[in-house]
C-alpha cells in the first residue's frame, strides 16, 4: 500500500489536538484562531496549502544509510530533552569501558569519550558510522544489529542505548543483548521517543537526499514493555525519566506553519523516555 504525506489533514490533526487540549482552559480568542484555522485547511479551494507528498517507507538500515549526511544539521524536539538527562545519569560515573549501542553519528560516544571513557560505538548503518568514526577518532566501532551486538558477553561498564528501539517491533531481544554485553555492576541507560510521541507523532520522517520524503517506522512500546524485558532479563531499574517538550519545532515543516496551535498541542507533554537500570 503507498504512503502519503497528507500535509494538510496533518496540519489539522495538530489544530485538532491543541484544541483537545485547551478547549476548557483557553481563551475564547485562541479557539477561535483554532477554528478558522481548521475552517481554512479544510476548504478545499483555499490557496498556497500543502498538497499529499509521496512518502516512501525504509527500513532502519536502508532509512539512516540515507539519512547519515543530514542528521546532524537540523534541530530535534527529542534530542534537546535527551541528551540532558542522558548527560546527568553519566555525569558522576567512573571512567570505564563503554558502549553506544545504535551509536548513529556518535553524539553520546564523543561526550562518553571525553568523560574519559574507552568508547565501542555498534550500529548498523555503515555510513551513520562513518560520521560517528570521524567525530572520535580513539573510538572503536562495529556494524551490527541491537538484537544481536558483535561483542563478548560482559564486556562494558556502562552502555547507553539512544532513540533506537522505537525501531523494532519488540523490545524484549535488544534488551537481552544489552543485558548480555553489560559487566556485572555496570550500569545500562536505555533512551527512546516517548510512547505518546510514537502514537500521535507518528513516524520518523526526513528529505530523502535522491528526493521526496521517507520515513523509518516507529512503533509504540509503552512503559509496560520495558518493565517486562528489564525484568525478564534479570535488570532492576534505578530511575525512569520522562522530560517535557520543551521545542523546536521541526524546521521547515508543516508545524512551522501553525506555531501557536502546535505549541499547544505539544506542550507539556513527554518527548522522551529515559531508562536507567542495573543487573540484577
Not at 267 to 273: E, H, K, L, M, V
Request: hydrophobic share 45%; with cysteine; charged share 20%.
Amino acid at each position: 500500500m503507498p504512503h502519503r504525506a497528507r500535509m494538510r489533514e496533518l496540519m489539522m490533526g495538530i489544530e485538532g489536538l491543541a484544541l483537545l487540549r485547551t478547549a476548557i482552559d483557553a481563551d475564547d480568542e485562541f479557539v477561535a484562531a483554532r477554528v478558522a484555522e481548521m475552517r481554512h485547511l479544510a476548504d478545499p479551494d483555499a490557496d498556497g496549502l500543502p498538497v499529499p507528498k509521496e512518502l516512501t517507507e525504509l527500513d532502519a538500515a536502508a532509512g539512516y544509510a540515507a539519512w547519515a549526511g543530514g542528521y546532524d544539521s537540523l534541530p530535534n524536539f527529542v534530542i534537546a530533552v535527551e541528551e540532558p538527562a542522558v548527560r546527568s545519569l553519566t555525569a558522576t560515573l567512573p571512567a570505564g569501558r563503554a558502549l553506544d549501542a545504535a551509536c548513529g553519528t556518535g553524539r553520546h560516544a564523543v561526550h562518553l569519550a571525553a568523560r574519559g571513557h574507552e568508547v565501542t560505538g555498534v550500529d548498523q548503518s555503515p555510513e551513520m558510522l562513518a560520521h560517528a568514526a570521524g567525530k572520535v577518532p580513539g573510538a572503536r566501532f562495529e556494524t551490527g544489529t541491537l538484537e544481536k551486538l558483535p561483542l563478548p558477553d560482559e564486556s562494558f561498564d556502562l552502555v547507553v542505548c539512544a532513540l533506537a528501539l522505537s525501531h523494532l517491533p519488540s523490545v524484549a531481544p535488544a534488551v537481552g543483548e544489552l543485558r548480555r554485553v553489560l559487566a556485572p555492576g555496570g550500569r545500562l541507560i536505555v533512551t527512546d521517543i516517548h510512547p505518546v510521541i510514537a502514537l500521535l507523532h507518528g513516524q520518523a520522517l526526513f528529505k530523502h537526499p535522491a528526493g521526496g520524503l521517507a520515513f523509518v517506522r516507529n512503533h509504540v512500546h509503552w512503559a509496560s514493555d520495558y518493565l517486562t524485558a528489564f525484568r525478564a532479563h534479570g535488570l532492576d531499574v534505578r530511575s525512569c525519566q520522562e522530560p517535557l517538550f520543551a521545542g523546536p519545532l521541526p524546521p521547515g515543516g508543516y508545524e512551522e506553519r501553525i506555531p501557536d496551535a502546535a505549541q499547544a498541542a505539544w506542550q507539556g507533554t513527554p518527548s522522551a523516555i529515559v531508562w536507567e537500570a542495573v543487573p540484577r
